[in-house]
């Protein structure tokens, strides 16, 4: 009878065990005091770090009864580690997403539908700019929330583009911005412009100017071997010239870009991220609009910064609640200005009054408001082929794979990826 009495016990203390671990890997918890605690994580820096800790204490301040633990990377570690998590089954309960990986994590059942929610009451989908209500539905299912909305931009340093006589406009075109670029160059001291064609964004870009994408609406490469060999052997070119920032330099100042850095006076990246680097940096940054082949067309489209939950979380609709308060509330509004981009609902956005890096995105997105398109298809695989993008051209720059060898060897990745 003892020994029976011990193997119950310890019977039951196993399975009380399983099911403490599955509450760990599933993401929050409830608190014996009825409290609930989701877990939160983003890319960003220090800065982001900071006003998204003031939203959540903002959050907590209102909803007593649900504790938020935040935790942050630079982008390309947040991903690295949220593949580990998910595929682990301990992703956060909320988690910032992008249109880039809705169907990749969406296919893999990662994240949350949040329809029944929406449908409970919990979470708002109404009061959205430009129709961004709809960048996080995917096949019928609401996967993710825009936070922000952001497009393409070239940010530069104005001083050092005043020097050169040369006022980038809209309409400006590529052998323009070139001879800009190699102006600067050649006075000494800093490069005309970081060496960007690894970023996978700014190809599609290029790309879409000339009638083509990164990808095809069925989901493949929409270019050839032959396109990428002479984007990737023209900014080789330019490095081995003199013309762009070096990769060993631009990665002894990462991650800080190498427009802040000082070792550039441009940088194609996002429009909010100039919020990001003009606090890094005593210049005085602005926002351009992306070179164009033909002297009109710049491909450009509104993408957005997003909430996602994660399917396995225990708390579904503390998820949504949550959400829907760093979405809607005029005060996260007020205290995350265009960090994220800029504000995805009209009443965050009637909260904020821009100043400063924040108006001129804001100024921005108004003078290319009639340049935006539709945005291209973001395949399930794209985390895979964008990280593939980037450190192969890394490893191309640093000149220890050819531009031919680099090719191959992303087309074979890429297509794998896709195919998977």
């Given amino acids: 009878m003892r020994a029976g009495r011990n193997g119950r016990r310890l019977r039951t203390a196993a399975a009380v065990l399983a099911l403490g671990l599955l509450a760990a ?8 005091d009825g409290t609930v605690t989701l877990r939160y994580s983003w890319w960003g820096d220090a800065s982001r770090a900071k006003l998204i800790n003031k939203t959540v204490a903002l959050f907590e301040k ?20 949220f593949a580990t998590q998910s595929a682990g089954g301990g992703a956060p309960d909320v988690f910032q997403n992008s249109a880039a990986f809705l169907r990749e994590y969406g296919a893999k059942n990662v994240l949350l539908d949040l329809t029944p929610q929406v449908r409970a009451g919990h979470l708002r989908t109404d009061g959205f700019r430009a129709g961004l209500e709809k960048a996080g539905e995917v096949d019928g299912k609401l996967l993710a929330v ?49 060496a960007n064609a690894g970023v996978m964004y700014l190809y599609d870009l290029v790309l879409r100017q000339q009638d083509k994408a990164f990808y095809t609406a069925d989901g493949e490469l929409g270019f050839t071997k032959d396109d990428l060999r002479t984007w990737w052997n023209d900014n080789y070119a330019d490095v081995e010239d ?28 996002w429009d909010n991220f100039i919020v990001r680097w003009s606090a890094e940096t005593d210049a005085e940054l602005a926002l351009a609009p992306l070179p164009t082949t033909d002297g009109e067309r710049t491909g450009q489209y509104i993408s957005s910064l997003m909430l996602s939950g994660y399917a396995r979380t225990q708390h579904p609709e503390e998820v949504a609640r949550f959400i829907d308060f760093m979405v809607h509330d005029p005060g996260v509004g007020k205290i995350m200005g265009y960090n994220r981009g800029v504000l995805a609902t009209e009443r965050q956005a009637a909260a904020y009054e821009p100043e400063g890096p924040d108006e001129r995105v804001a100024e921005y ?4 408001a009639g340049l ?3 945005m291209t298809p973001q395949p399930a695989g794209t985390s895979v082929t964008e990280a593939a993008f980037l ?8 000149g220890t794979t050819s531009v031919a060898e680099g090719v191959d060897q992303f087309f074979s990745e890429a297509e794998q990826a896709l195919r998977s």
């Fill in 25 to 32: 890997g599933c993401g929050g918890s409830g608190g014996g």
């Fill in 62 to 81: 209102k909803h007593p009864g649900i504790t938020v633990k935040t935790d942050f990377l630079e982008y390309e570690d947040y991903w690295k580690k």
């Fill in 372 to 374: 935006v398109e539709p």
């Fill in 365 to 368: 997105e108004q003078q290319i």
């Fill in 242 to 269: 003199g013309t762009l920032v070096p990769q060993k330099k631009a990665d002894q100042v990462a991650p800080k870009s190498v427009l802040a850095a000082g070792l550039a006076a441009s940088e194609f990246s």
């Fill in 146 to 194: 825009p936070v922000g909305g952001n497009t393409f931009a070239l940010i530069y340093d104005v001083a050092e583009f005043e020097k050169a006589g040369v006022s980038p406009e809209k309409g400006w075109t590529w052998d323009q911005y070139h001879a800009a670029v190699e102006k600067i160059s050649e006075s000494g001291g800093i490069k005309g412009a970081a």
């Fill in 391 to 398: 450190r192969i051209w890394g490893d191309v720059a640093h």
